[in-house]
């Protein structure tokens, strides 16, 4: 039995990997599970490391170092992967301001930690280490301890009081929503909410009866128009077709609108009349409404497509398809003109077999390239991610220089 306790009890690199690796699991299964409807995920990970500590399991502080750092800068790494294709986009829609509020919960917490650690007693980087407990905020405590270790000082008692108060953090915000929710927000709200999702879009059938908009292009009504909203399909004389935006709609024309359920009054006076048909259940068959036209979805695997509107790629207009719903994580969202493309975009593509095909070229389509990314980029772009985060940036007022650390940079 020497083996397994030198697997498990004796310092080395095996053993670092194998209780780490252990806690990992042990973590992550128990994170699936629910209490009163609400499970913890990956933050049990965090707790399951609690408690191995608490029973006598540690491994070598090196090792323990390195686990540290690495996992830090692939978290912040990959979680700037995830937001980076929307990120400079976002400061267009209100990101000035949410990052205005996020400035001010920063300095309203610090003023707390130093008034807090004069009132109490604790030392400062101890509470400096609560409050990124208390939020729940891993890369501000890994800020926090490489800016301690820059200044000579002691860089690892911000971790204790970042465990000792991340539990509360956690169950702290977990109770806060569910009361909010609780108190201040009613039932009736929510479903409000829910069904005037402006990303939840909704299938309609119409009728043109509206002799304001007999003899105009698709174009012209649809700058006419306030809401928005995608032709899907045109039905005339029997025909189905996939209208361009410079197709003229005639008296009785039939057409199939995506668009947002609250827009479909509006719409119903700008085109005449709504039919009753319910075209939003999930077992129609939308290939079988018409035997030429074929609805597939497409993913957007081409690199320079991510960050372009899709209405400059003139997709309909080149190839006589049309574009109804976009996926992403998810979400559903109106495939209008001004919709920015991102990487992983899932597009519902209506059109001729033929035309679709040439479609996906232009798309891409490759989904194996998305399950099977360039390790060689993601591991350079984590190497200038720690060149950027060494780089010192002199403050006037600051002694030492201020680096972004493992956290900032990557």
Not at 60 to 69: G, K, W
């Amino acid at each position: 039995m020497e083996w397994l306790y030198s697997l498990f009890l004796e310092h080395s690199a095996l053993q670092a990997v194998v209780v780490l690796s252990l806690i990992s699991a042990i973590g992550l299964g128990l994170g699936r599970v629910h209490f009163w409807g609400v499970s913890l995920g990956v933050t049990f990970v965090f707790f399951a490391g609690i408690l191995a500590g608490h029973f006598g399991l540690s491994v070598d502080p090196q090792m323990l170092n390195y686990a540290e750092s690495f996992g830090l800068v692939i978290f912040v790494y990959s979680l700037g992967l995830q937001v980076g294709p929307g990120f400079f986009s976002s400061f267009r829609k209100g990101g000035v301001t949410l990052n205005m509020l996020a400035l001010g919960v920063v300095f309203l917490g610090t003023l707390l930690t130093v008034v807090a650690s004069f009132a109490t007693g604790v030392s400062l980087p101890d509470m400096v280490g609560i409050l990124c407990g208390a939020t729940t905020n891993t890369p501000a405590l890994g800020a926090a301890q490489q800016t301690l270790k820059q200044m000579g000082m002691e860089s690892n008692t911000p971790a204790l009081g970042c465990a000792v108060a991340y539990p509360m953090g956690v169950v702290g915000v977990i109770l806060a929503v569910l009361l909010i929710r609780r108190v201040l927000v009613r039932k009736e709200d929510l479903e409000i909410k829910e069904k005037d999702d402006a990303n939840k879009t909704y299938i309609a059938a119409f009728q043109v009866h509206n002799p304001a908009i007999f003899n105009k292009s698709i174009k012209d009504i649809a700058h006419m128009s306030y809401p928005k909203f995608v032709i899907s399909r045109l039905w005339r004389d029997g025909h189905v077709s996939i209208p361009t935006s410079d197709k003229v709609l005639k008296e009785g024309d039939r057409l199939l609108v995506i668009t947002a359920e609250k827009n479909a009054l509006a719409l119903t006076v700008l085109f005449g009349e709504q039919e009753n048909t319910d075209w939003n259940k999930e077992d129609i068959d939308w290939n079988a409404i018409d035997s030429d036209l074929v609805s597939q979805r497409i993913v957007v695997t081409r690199p320079e497509l991510n960050g372009k509107k899709l209405g400059a790629l003139r997709l309909r207009n080149h190839y006589g398809i049309n574009i109804s719903r976009v996926y992403r994580s998810g979400v559903q969202l109106l495939a209008t003109p001004e919709l920015i493309l991102q990487l992983g975009d899932r597009l519902t593509v209506v059109g001729e077999k033929a035309a679709i095909q040439n479609v996906e070229k232009v798309l891409g389509n490759a989904v194996k390239s998305l399950k099977e990314p360039n390790l060689v980029v993601i591991f350079i772009g984590i190497v200038l991610g720690l060149a950027l985060g060494a780089i010192p940036f002199s403050i006037p007022g600051v002694s030492t220089p201020v680096k972004l650390g493992l956290a900032g940079g990557p």
